[in-house]
């Protein structure tokens, strides 16, 4: 006689996201206590820290950096360049603050506070040519190659 074995149905791989995990276990959290207490879910503002997202792209020439960080003003940021290592600083502030001003958040995507990003290049670049633009909450970095990190092509004489 042959056993009987439950098989469970075929599920979706789902890439494992942390946040999303501690996003639910808060959630759950809210939900007793809020049974317990009577108390509405909530976001805490204080605890949630700001962090920009940084893309690079290389090309022949140069490195080009995208540093995004909406609702962060121009004044707000800083660029520097060491031994070969970009750092991005900076605040994003509150968009409303005073006294008087309690937020009621629907969702929240990145809170506030100072914020720091760094990237070490890994060839020469020529500092001296670096160029900054920031629009629509987008800083774009590029980074010219050093002329000794930049793609060569050498033919070689074969002999006969």
Known sequence: MRALVRREPEQAVVAWNPFRELERMRREMDELFGRLFDLRPSIDSERIEFSPTLDVYETPDEFVL????????EGDMQVEIADGTITISGERKPLIEGENVTPHY?????GYGKFTVS?????PIDENKVKAVYRNGILEIRLPKAESAKPK????????
């Open 66 to 73: 995208f540093v995004t960080a909406p609702g962060v003003k």
């Open 106 to 110: 629907i969702s929240r995507l990145g």
């Open 119 to 123: 990237y070490t290049v890994p060839t």
């Open 153 to 160: 092509t050498v033919k070689v004489q074969v002999e006969k």
